[in-house]
């Protein structure tokens, strides 16, 4: 089968904001890229159809938040066709508490991120974070609050012991 | 809303800003992981059927003479004839068969069951169920076993299939990840679904009828067994990120694993609790392991073979196939003195013994049959052969 243009096309209109996206649920940008390029090998393989019943980018962002909280490791499994330079990336967020923010949030558990990622750059409700990633309502509020209550702590923590880096996980 | 609630937001729409460009490149870069991916998935399904570029590196054993375990590595330049036919070097194990049914149709050999019997399946025509059949290759007599029914919206047609204690059983897979595994008497009825669990792209890598069950695993990891008839599916101790190599062994990584990582590089007997782990050296890759041999190649990117343990390596005439994991025997084209390719050949890696199976290259392609199982099926003019491996000594 060849590649429709379409599908071309779609990457190159949304392949950033998928990034961007990828970006906020993996936290750095390698990780970032496989996401995307993972999602987008799947919505590959089912394009016609996920473009006929589906909308694609809401296919792909299905699949890179389920990728996500699937704990995957596709670094293992294959090497990047394109891997993006290292950067500080950090750095250039506006202020302290943001800065702190985002190096909390490479402590939370996969799925933990996933639903804060859904919930506050996503915009979605719980229960379409729940339809996302296959769990039910409940999970998703407790995960939720879980998520809210450890951000909180790790950053009044964090204000008296400021780190320097915003990548470990 | 609360403080913490905005500034989150504020915090992952700056952190958004910061990710990097997705580069010009990354269409073509999903294109060929995705080419990838199907390449593997679909030599995985169709086992037989690979078609090697002939011209490729490839070592192969002196034609003709049975010799042991060579203690120096036989040379590429020291190929320059065919070996004897296999109708001549193993007889016993030769069957030619028309290619197709008596009843005009053609068809998929899947294993053999008995000496004289083969599983095989013919397509779906137009609105038309496929069906399995065991073929009586003595009588030429033709009894189906069942329809294998296609499912609306299955993206993945069935495959995988495996027969024992009076059953036979293969997958499909339905869009949205639905795999389904099914089964049916092999003394003839209806296939009923017997297990459905939700799969990746790439379905099921593994499926065996064993004692009173059905083992199985998909291609994502996962080992699991279903009763013979249907019932509650079972995650096997120990076997996630498994797959099934040969019950009651599993092992990781799978067939369709990366090329840096051992494929069965890791086993355990699911059994007994006993493990196994390949030997592997610096620099080899595409390296994969059966429950006794492994293949690989180098860091001179030469193809050796040897046992588990890295003992007995010599190198390996064959191609490596995704396909299956290597045992006692092998294929791999040889060449003539130009360099030109000769034809196919099969090898006893144990004895030493080769023999040509009789495929010709036709352009720059050559049909390279891939050991599955006990047996290597080729097509051969209007006839298929069938290398039933048992029957060598």
Known sequence: ?169 | MNQLEDALRRTLTGAAGQAPHAPATLTGAVEARYRRRRNRTRAALAAAAVVALVGGAAFALKGGAPRAMPATPPTADATAALPDPVEKVWPQAVRDIPARLPNGRAFHPIRLLDDHTLLVTVDAGFEKAGVVYAYDLESRDLRKIADVPTPKGTVAFASGFAAGEGRVAWWTVKEGGQGMIWSAPLSGGKATIVARRKVDDGGFDGLAVTDDKIVFSAQDGGVFTVPLGGGTVEAVEGGADMHLLSWPWIGTVGLGGPSDEPRFGTIRNVETGETDTALTRAGEQNISCGLVFCMGENGAGEYFHRMRDGSREQPAPCLLSAASTPGRFCTGPVKGADGRPLGMVLYDLTTGRSADLGIRPKGKEMFLPVPVGTQVTLPLDKQLRLVDLTKIP
Do not use: C
């Open chain 1, 1 to 169: 089968m060849d590649q429709d243009p379409r599908f071309a096309e779609f990457v190159a209109e949304r392949g950033d904001a998928l990034l961007r996206y990828g970006y906020v649920l993996a936290g750095n940008p390698h990780d970032a890229a496989d996401l995307v390029q993972e999602a987008l090998v799947k919505l590959r393989a089912s394009w016609a159809r996920v473009r006929l019943k589906d909308n694609p980018e809401s296919y792909a962002r299905t699949t890179m938040a389920r990728l996500h909280i699937r704990a995957w490791r596709l670094r293992r499994r294959e090497h990047l066709a394109w891997d993006p330079p290292e950067r500080e990336h950090h750095d250039t967020l506006p202020d302290g508490e943001e800065q702190r923010l985002w190096h909390a949030m490479a402590g939370l558990p996969r799925r933990q991120r996933a639903v804060v990622v859904l919930r506050y750059y996503e915009q979605l409700t719980d229960e379409e974070i729940a339809r996302v990633l296959g769990v039910s309502r409940g999970t998703v509020r407790s995960q939720a609050a879980r998520a809210l209550a450890k951000l909180r702590d790790s950053v009044s923590a964090e204000s008296a012991v400021p780190t320097t880096r915003g990548e470990a996980r």
